[in-house]
């Protein structure tokens, strides 16, 4: 006699019940789980929407430091400093972006001094600084971004970084090697303390518009496919890029974008030992706003499910524009 029995299976069962579906969720989002963007640029007084990004804003210190107060009070933990200068300050070399007092120095000291209870992390990058909108100084044959010399700035940007407060570094242009740099130069100038987040698996995406709109970062000629990912390159490389980051001292290490790349996102968490950040990337954000203000999908759901979907693929934590909307959503 078969011990087996051959008994109606329904899952729905354990769906039918509100309470029940409230205590069985494997995964959960938290304020705590987001890092808040912030781009940040001269002047006081200064809360500039950016137009491709309704409900996102370029702040001068003053109030960007009001912000983040109130965002230290609802709960979330850290935050990613951008920096956006005038025009006319701008060179070839990106040169301000070594200035011990540009606007990303001044936020992180003043942070500090108001005991604004945030990790600062910088989002180290010359693309924000550079006349020509790309991540470092240009070859001498003009084809595209020098490797060594800018890592070589790079060191010193994130000294400088540190120095203002920086509790994480976090790399962005995709440079070989630059991990392992920072680290050592870190180090060696007495900031052994300071965690380093890689931008690890970035891809050459066409999501990034709007950030380049927020950041006035758009690259005066060519494009950025020469030192950032091939969205049609199998995940291979994309475990090689974070494993290999790990190996030269990375602490953690991001997947960048999130949504379109949750393929990408899981493969990661499953072959690190380190936290997996995901950026949920300003094409993204743009993309729902637009949806949802068309009328066309009930905008607090349709975010939720696309940073539960991120969460679920293994991320630990997750870049997003939307820590108001989270804030009133999310209990910590």
């Known amino acids: 006699m078969s011990d087996s029995f051959d008994l109606p299976i329904r899952p729905r069962r354990l769906r039918q019940q509100a309470q029940l579906r409230r205590m069985l969720p494997r995964v959960t989002l938290r ?12 002047g006081s007084g200064v809360r500039q929407e950016v137009p491709s990004m309704p409900g996102v804003y370029q702040m001068s210190i003053d109030v960007a430091l009001g912000e983040l107060s109130r965002r230290a009070e609802e709960g979330f933990g850290a935050y990613l400093a951008f920096g956006v200068i005038d025009r006319k300050a701008k060179d070839t070399s990106g040169s301000a972006a070594l200035d011990e007092n540009n606007v990303v120095c001044q936020l992180f000291r003043k942070a500090a001094e108001k005991k604004i209870p945030m990790a600062g992390i910088t989002d180290l990058c010359f693309c924000e600084y550079t006349s020509h909108g790309h991540c470092g100084p240009i070859s001498a044959d003009g084809s595209t971004v020098n490797n060594d010399a800018t ?30 740099a920072l680290r050592g130069g870190l180090d060696g100038a007495g900031f052994a303390d300071v ?43 994309a475990l090689l890029e974070a494993q290999l980051d790990v190996r030269q001292g990375a602490d953690m290490v991001m997947v960048k974008p999130a949504g ?3 393929d990408v996102l899981a493969a990661v968490r499953g072959a690190v030992q380190v936290p997996v950040v995901a950026y949920q990337v300003s094409g993204e954000y743009a993309m729902l706003e637009a949806a949802a203000r068309n009328g066309w999908l009930d905008r607090e759901r349709a975010v939720l499910e696309s940073l539960m979907a991120i969460k679920r693929a293994g991320a630990d934590l997750i870049i997003t524009y939307y820590a108001e909307l989270l804030a009133k959503l999310l209990k910590e």
């Open 260 to 262: 379109p790349y949750l």
């Open 151 to 180: 890592v070589e700035l790079l060191v010193r940007q994130a000294v400088n970084h540190a120095k203002a407060g920086a509790a994480v570094i976090a790399p962005s242009g995709m440079m070989d090697g630059t991990v392992g």
């Open 195 to 237: 965690s380093i987040l890689a931008y690890s698996v970035k891809y050459a995406s066409a999501f990034y518009g709007p950030f380049r709109d927020a950041a006035d970062s758009t690259p005066e000629f060519g494009d950025r496919r020469g030192y950032q990912m091939d969205p049609a390159r199998g995940l291979d490389e």
């Open 31 to 42: 304020r705590s789980d987001f890092i808040v963007p912030v781009f940040v640029r001269e």
